[in-house]
């Protein structure tokens, strides 16, 4: 009898550590941090200011790609206002939605949104994942249609009803004024400010449509690569 009891016992300790098991990795995955989107692995990042002068600015990050993969055929580089986990964003009064003005009420602020100027390698060079429609290419330069990718949050609060954002369109006033973009893609990327914060409605717009004079260089380079920083184009 007393054999009877002692194994069952053991079977009682076996469930209650195969349950807190259980539980603790269950605790474990539900706490550590989610996927941001993107890849900081191996990636540097410098900070120019660049002037005044938008078409110059343009064709000067143009040249810099151009010159860090001819410097380093290993490597791709890309261009942004911001990086993610910087802290910092640059954000601007939301104006309009598909057209519609954007009443603020007595006493409130008005919306802001948060812009990133980016060269067109950037989701590639970040690892990002286009989850609809396209990224930027060679078709968004300076001077055509005005072209905007979003994040999930932008689209979930903008256009709850829709199964897709594409084709709609956001008006926001920019140093140089107002311009109306029209979403053309969507990415995976929820969290840029940090793994911990609230998911924020951000967006992404061709550099060459919107060349504010600070940006961040991104180089990625593989584990070995020979990426010389002083051959940079002054």
Aim: charge should be neutral; charged fraction near 20%.
């Amino acid at each position: 009898r007393w054999r009877e009891v002692l194994i069952a016992a053991e079977t009682a300790v076996a469930v209650i550590l195969l349950t807190c098991t259980t539980l603790l990795v269950q605790t474990y995955l539900s706490l550590r941090p989610a996927s941001p989107g993107y890849d900081p692995r191996n990636r540097m990042v410098a900070t120019l200011s660049l002037g005044d002068e938008p078409n110059r600015n343009a064709e000067f990050v143009r040249r810099l790609i151009r010159e860090i993969t001819l410097e380093s055929p290993t490597s791709r580089a890309a261009v942004s206002h911001q990086v993610p986990l910087s802290g910092m964003v640059a954000a601007f009064r939301l104006a309009a939605i598909d057209g519609n003005t954007v009443t603020v009420p007595s006493g409130q602020r008005a919306p802001l949104l948060d812009v990133n100027p980016v060269s067109p390698e950037y989701i590639d060079v970040l690892g990002m994942r286009v989850i609809q429609g396209r990224p930027f290419d060679e078709r968004d330069m300076r001077g055509a249609q005005p072209v905007m990718i979003i994040n999930r949050t932008a689209a979930a609060r903008f256009w709850p009803q829709l199964d897709s954002p594409l084709g709609q369109r956001l008006s926001v006033d920019l140093p140089q004024g107002r311009a109306e973009f029209v979403v053309t893609g969507m990415v995976d990327v929820d969290r840029t400010s940090g793994l911990s914060t609230t998911s924020r409605s951000q967006t992404l717009v061709p550099y060459d449509q919107v060349p504010l004079a600070g940006v961040r260089v991104i180089v990625h380079e593989p584990v070995g690569g020979g990426f010389d920083a002083t051959a940079l184009p002054q």
